[in-house]
């Protein structure tokens, strides 16, 4: 019977979700109903109450004092609220309390002492709160705990070695919290313990060997500690170990070979600590073992071919260590494996073509190895393969085109090897390629035009190669590319104009290559760019005012080119841009005002142009300018005294122009100025003595000028000044 009578003067029984058992007790059942606001004191007062389940509403409010009157309370289920505040110091007279779950609330503070000595509790769940402090030294106590909960706290503190009294528990859970100092030396006591996780904590000192005689353990889980010392030899003897993880701690010395003989093992997770010596060769009788990561440890030797006996291997991860030799061939024999890493290793000799047999791999790393030879077309074999990682190795030969057919690859990285030939693409090739990688190696040849059929490509690394011909028009398909490197190739002809489709592209690397041509004024539609860089070609022309439309961009690289014209107003739209660098064209016309909206500016490069004209006042809005190089052009005026606003900037470059005037006294109060460099000017006058307030400046260049009268004394407050050139200027006294 259920209806809507509560703290109603109805009985009990009438009041929704409450029912009275065959024994006479009640029961209180509101679980999963929505319910908010506070809990009510009033029914923690009936003693006659055996279970209580409110999981899984919306309460908030803390925890009654009035719990502690519950004294036939069986069951306490409040799970999944939003209680807070402290746990109420109540729970001594709770004698039949057998489950409490308070888990996934925000209850805080320390755990109360009472709590202890409800000594039927045999469930006690408070993972996912704020509870913080250490645990009560009595928690002995609790004699008939089965599961205790506590991960995802804030308990600090040391383990208390009463915790090791607990005969009946089964599972502790005290992971991701705050516990410090040793762990309890004796664990004898705990012959039912079946899982044990204390992942995540600060915990030191070493690994008790007595954990080696709980027979009954499946899961141990110390990760994420700073857990020292070897593995104890003890530990091999739980033979019902299924998961063991130790990864993440300070752990020294060999891996007990007897550790894989356990036939039970499953998961065995002892990356990122310090083991030494070799990978030893009892790892072949671990014929259950599914998931083994050794990364990030200084083992070294070879790899044990026995490891070729696991088939039911699904995850090997031994990269970052020190191993040599050959890769085993027998690995191939490992059909089950998903995920095969032997990345940042000394790993020598060639690919073994067996590795196309492990039809369920789908991702393969190698990277940063000593390995030679022809990457096997066998590879192309891996129907299954999501990436492919074989950069920075010694490979040669040609990329084998059954690698561009696999239907699955997604990333392929066979970046800095010795590969020559072309990049493979023949219809159908790269189906689902995402990122492709082959950036220093030998490659030449024009690239295809066929990788426009590409069309999931995102990313694609060509720099540092021996690429010739045009960049293909077709390219211009590739509608979710975002960045493209071909620095330092051979490239000739024009920008393509059908690359302003791109809509997607965000970074393109095209400089120091033999480009020709004019800047496409099309490529304004290219509005997700963010950087692009063509310097050190062969382009000309004018620079296209159509540009500033890019309103994302943030570094534009133009310099040694043979560009003409002048500097479009339009590029002060560009508000984002960090770095324009344009320097070593034969820009003319004069410096444009508009530059002064580049508020986000850091760096701007124009030497070595034919610019003229003055320098505009209104660029000391650039306030956060850091590099300005004009030298080398025919600019011509006084110098601005109202730059020293430019908080930023760093270093001057205004030599080898026709400067006129004296330097400015304002010039003293350049709070970050390292490098001033005046050089090569018709600047007269005295050295303004305010100069010496430049306190980080290294470097002061005031060659070939007219400067005269003497040489400022404060000069020498300048303690960072490394470099003070003088010459050829009309000094006296």
């Known amino acids: 019977k259920t209806n809507t009578n509560w703290l109603s003067d109805e009985p009990l029984e009438e009041w929704a979700g409450v029912y009275r058992s065959p024994d006479g007790t009640l029961v209180l059942r509101l679980d999963r109903q929505g319910l908010k606001g506070a809990l009510p004191a009033a029914f923690f007062q009936v003693p006659t109450i055996s279970m209580i389940d409110l999981s899984y509403n919306k309460l908030s409010g803390s925890l009654p004092a009035e719990v502690g009157k519950c004294t036939g309370l069986e069951r306490f289920d409040l799970m999944k609220n939003e209680l807070s505040g402290q746990l109420p110091d109540t729970w001594q007279g709770l004698k039949c309390l057998k489950h409490l779950s308070l888990g996934q609330n925000a209850f805080e503070g320390e755990l109360p002492a009472s709590l202890c000595e409800a000594d039927s509790l045999s469930f006690l769940g408070l993972e996912e709160n704020r509870f913080s402090g250490p645990l009560p030294q009595n928690i002995g106590r609790l004699t008939q705990l089965k599961t205790l909960r506590l991960q995802s706290n804030q308990f600090s503190g040391q383990l208390p070695e009463s915790l090791t009294q607990l005969a009946h528990l089964r599972i502790f859970m005290a992971n991701d919290n705050r516990f410090t100092g040793d762990l309890p030396e004796h664990w004898e006591k705990m012959q039912r313990l079946e899982m044990l996780e204390l992942q995540n904590n600060q ?13 009954k353990l499946w899961k141990i889980d110390m990760s994420g500690n700073r857990l020292t010392g070897q593995i104890p030899a003890e530990w091999t003897l739980m033979t019902k170990l299924e998961n063991l993880c130790l990864n993440d701690n300070q752990l020294t010395g060999a891996i007990p070979g007897t550790l894989f003989a356990n036939p039970n093992l499953t998961t065995l997770y002892l990356f990122n600590n310090r083991l030494t010596g070799a990978i030893p060769p009892e790892i072949g009788e671990a014929l259950a073992l599914e998931n083994l990561g050794l990364s990030q440890n200084q083992l070294s030797g070879a790899i044990p071919p026995e490891i070729g006996l696991l088939q039911n291997l699904d995850f090997l991860n031994l990269g970052s260590n020190r191993l040599t030799g050959a890769i085993p061939p027998e690995l191939g024999n490992c059909w089950a494996l998903t995920s ?22 789908k991702k393969l790393y190698l990277r940063q190895n000593r390995l030679t030879g022809a990457i096997p077309p066998e590879l192309g074999q891996l129907r299954h393969l999501q990436v492919l990682n074989l950069s920075d190795n010694q ?17 392929c990285y066979l970046w800095n090897n010795q590969l020559t030939g072309t990049i493979p693409a023949s219809e159908g090739a790269w189906a689902r390629l995402e990122e492709l990688s082959v950036g220093r190696n030998r490659l030449s040849g024009e690239l295809p035009a066929a990788l426009a059929e590409a069309q999931n490509l995102r990313i694609l690394y060509l720099e540092e190669n021996r690429f010739s011909g045009p960049l293909p028009e077709a390219w211009g398909k590739l509608a979710h590319l975002t960045l493209l490197s071909a620095t330092k190739n051979n490239f000739s002809g024009s920008l393509p104009d059908a690359w302003s489709s791109m809509e997607a592209l965000q970074k393109l690397f095209l400089g120091y290559n033999r480009l020709s041509g004019t800047l496409p004024a099309s490529w304004s539609n290219l509005s997700n760019l963010t950087l692009l860089a063509l310097h050190n070609n062969r382009l000309s022309g004018t620079l296209p005012p159509e540009w500033g439309n890019l309103g994302k961009l943030e570094s534009l690289s133009l310099g040694c080119n043979s560009l003409s014209g002048p500097l479009p107003p339009e590029w002060g739209q560009m508000s984002r841009l960090r770095g324009l660098i344009l320097m070593e064209n034969q820009l003319t016309g004069t410096l444009p005002e508009e530059f002064a909206r580049l508020s986000n500016l850091e760096e701007l490069s124009l030497y070595q142009n034919r610019l003229y004209g003055y320098l505009p006042e209104s660029w000391a809005a650039m306030s956060r300018l850091k590099v300005l190089m ?6 011509s005026g006084t110098l601005p005294e109202s ?39 018709q600047l007269t006058g005295a050295i303004p003595p305010e100069l010496g307030n430049l306190s980080a400046l290294e470097m002061l260049s005031l060659d070939g000028n007219q400067f005269s009268g003497a040489i400022p004394a404060e000069l020498g407050n300048l303690s960072n000044l490394k470099y003070l050139y003088l010459r050829n200027n009309q000094f006296s006294g």
């Open 630 to 635: 004009l030298t080398g052009n025919t600019l």
């Open 643 to 681: 730059w020293s606003n430019m908080a930023s900037l760093e270093m001057l470059y205004l030599p080898g122009n026709q400067f006129t005037g004296t330097i400015p006294a304002s010039w003293g109060n350049f709070p970050c100025l390292k490098r001033l460099l005046l050089h090569m000017n």
């Open 395 to 411: 490979l040669n030969d040609t990329i084998p085109a059954s690698l561009s057919l696999l239907p699955d690859l997604k990333e």
């Open 203 to 215: 915990l030191i000192g070493t690994l008790p060997a007595s954990i080696g005689t709980l027979k």
């Open 340 to 361: 095969l890493t032997l990345s940042y290793n000394n790993l020598s000799g060639t690919l073994p073509p067996e590795l196309g047999k492990l039809d369920a791999l």
